[in-house]
């Protein structure tokens, strides 16, 4: 249920409880106070774009880079947030996940001339080399929410590790005429087994595949980082990801290895000790390789006598048993991917 804020002014040893006010702000006023005070919505942000046109017709509010270099969504309304608003929130999200980083400097050209320097100006910081359109993070602000988009939050940034929130404001007149803006975060903390650390190095998911019994599936899996770069990732509780380079430009994330076990079968479940489930993102891979979405299921589907399943957003998702299995997957995407899509 929505949290409720109420205040309370201190005056001569009493609590006057200050008075609720409509607030009469507008969504042009909400995005000039994140330019004059930098954290109003609980960060210092860099603003990229303002109304940033989608292919839909619609606009995205404020589109955003934290000191991370991770993409921020910002969906402003001026009144109650509801599912309608969250869901054009996630079409949003789903349309910069999947475009170029070029293409986002070229958008941001209109407010920043040159994002290093801006990114250096404002965090006091190099902006980071590897920095991708990828999973975008998703704030939705509003003066309240309602249930249903309060549930949905929740439920994604719970169950499945969206990195979401909501940002509302409160606002109230003191008993002299003074107003008061308060603001309140929900902000569903995503689950990370086996460990409550969302900081992973390889040497840690590493010892987890030894005390799952899956190092030599994983050393199989990790040979693919001499074409594509390898990052550790908490990704569905530690998992491996690689990125391929487009040939137009920017990069985007392909394949994973769950080392942490924590993708499960809609049947089976999680994978027993010794089975090592990995993750392809097939219609990213046909950007990077040409070939077509299909054709490369079907090419990868054979690797293993186990049909690939759905995991939460992990569309397909392959459960290696064997050695044979995990190099017979190795050789297939080697031999989709041309070798100039290794980042450098």
Not at 98 to 115: F, G, Q
Not at 313 to 332: C, H, N, P, W, Y
Request: hydrophobic content about 40%.
């Amino acid at each position: 249920m929505q949290t409720r804020i109420k205040a309370w002014e201190v005056a001569d040893g009493r609590l006057i409880a200050l008075q609720d006010q409509t607030i009469a702000f507008t969504e042009s006023e909400l995005e000039r106070w994140l330019f004059d005070s930098g954290d109003i919505f609980g960060e210092d942000l860099l603003v990229l774009c303002r109304q940033l046109k989608m292919p839909d017709g619609g606009r995205l509010d404020l589109l955003c880079m934290d000191a991370s270099g991770r993409l921020v969504i910002l969906e402003l309304k001026r009144d109650m947030g509801n599912r309608e608003a969250l869901a054009q929130a996630i079409d949003y999200a789903s349309w910069i996940d999947a475009s170029s980083t070029e293409e986002v400097r070229a958008r941001s050209k209109e407010n920043i001339d040159n994002l290093e320097t801006a990114f250096e100006q404002k965090f006091d910081a190099k902006l980071p080399q590897e920095w991708t359109c990828e999973r975008p993070r998703l704030v939705l602000v509003a003066v309240g929410i309602d249930e249903a988009a309060e549930r949905m939050i929740e439920f994604l940034a719970g169950r499945y590790n969206v990195d979401i929130s909501a940002v509302m404001f409160n606002h109230a007149r003191t008993s002299d005429g003074r107003q008061f803006l308060f603001r309140s975060v929900l902000a569903a903390p995503p689950v990370i087994e086996p460990q409550t650390s969302t900081s992973w190095r390889a040497v840690d998911l590493l010892a987890v595949a030894d005390q799952r019994k899956t190092r030599q599936l994983v050393d199989l899996c990790r040979k693919i980082s001499d074409l594509w770069w390898e990052e550790s990732a908490d990704t569905s509780g530690g998992s491996f990801r690689y990125w391929a380079k487009l040939q137009s430009g920017g990069y985007r994330m392909v394949f994973g290895v769950n080392v942490s076990g924590g993708l499960a079968h809609p049947e089976f479940g999680h994978p027993e000790p010794g089975q090592l489930d990995v993750w392809i993102k097939a219609d990213r891979l046909a950007q990077v390789t040409g070939e077509t979405e299909e054709s490369i299921k079907d090419t990868l589907a054979a690797v293993s006598p186990h049909p690939p399943f759905r995991a939460g957003f992990m569309s397909f998702v392959i459960r290696l048993k064997t050695v044979g299995e995990a190099q017979a997957l190795i050789d297939k995407l080697r031999g989709l991917s041309p070798p100039k899509s290794k980042l450098n």
